[in-house]
């Protein structure tokens, strides 16, 4: 079993919908990232977490450390939302070291 | 554009071919990682320097050798790959406090 978890793995949706990305971790952590990956391979950091809530836009991430425990959401998904999100935690072990999840396939039709 | 640039963006190279990975940052962070992404699998950490300093080797077969000449330029040199060794390798910065800078990736297939 991985130390990350992301569910689910592939999403489709409708453009306009409320979309939801789940990611559960089983090691103590210093912090979690939420990255997002174009299909050209590039990766790009969105958010960065302790604790608590942030909120850039359109995208909102969540965390609730009890639970070891992530979410994150995307508001009135647009077709360039389309992209493979991933969880990432850096553990309180391996300070530099980032532990990621398998990602999720994103894909918001028109 | 990140600010961490990697080049060549895609590789093809034969299993007896000898090339390398280039990463560069002007970010003036001083942490830099290499990572693999293989299909289906998530990111692996394959090395991480600290001020041009090796500080961890994730268990990575020899024919990887890196290289950090100074803090801004990062290199992984190939040598006798595999064929499973294709894979997406990204290069990261980081100055030292969460935050990650990742780089467009290298898209390498040896055949």
């Known amino acids: 079993k991985n130390e990350v978890e992301q569910s689910p793995q592939n999403l489709t949706a409708q453009e306009g919908e409320f979309i939801t990305i789940n990611c559960s971790y089983s090691?103590?952590?210093?912090?979690l990232h939420w990255l997002q990956q174009h299909p050209g391979g590039g990766i790009v950091s969105l958010f960065m977490?302790?604790?608590g809530k942030k909120k850039h836009g359109r995208l909102i991430a969540t965390i609730n450390i009890q639970e070891k425990h992530s979410s994150l959401h995307i508001t009135a998904s647009h077709p360039r939302d389309s992209a493979v999100y991933i969880c990432?935690?850096?553990?309180?072990?391996?300070?530099?070291?980032?532990?990621f999840g398998q990602g999720t396939r994103l894909t918001i039709n028109p | 554009e990140t600010g961490v640039t990697q080049t060549p963006r895609h590789l093809v190279m034969g299993m007896t071919n000898k090339k390398s990975l280039k990463c560069e940052q002007h970010l003036g962070h001083n942490a830099m990682y290499w990572y693999k992404q293989s299909a289906k699998k998530p990111l692996e950490l394959m090395f991480v320097?600290?001020?041009?300093?090796?500080?961890e080797n994730n268990s990575v077969p020899s024919r990887f050798s890196p290289e950090c000449p100074n803090s801004s330029h990062l290199f992984l040199h190939l040598h006798t790959l595999q064929p499973e060794d294709s894979a997406l390798y990204l290069c990261?910065?980081?100055?030292?406090?969460?935050?990650?800078?990742f780089g467009s990736g290298t898209r390498l297939t040896v055949v």
């Open positions: 090691v103590g952590i210093s912090a």
């Open positions: 990261a910065s980081s100055p030292g406090l969460p935050g990650y800078t």
């Open positions: 320097y600290n001020f041009k300093e090796q500080t």
């Open positions: 990432a935690v850096r553990s309180i072990q391996g300070a530099q070291k980032l532990v």
């Open positions: 977490l302790s604790s």
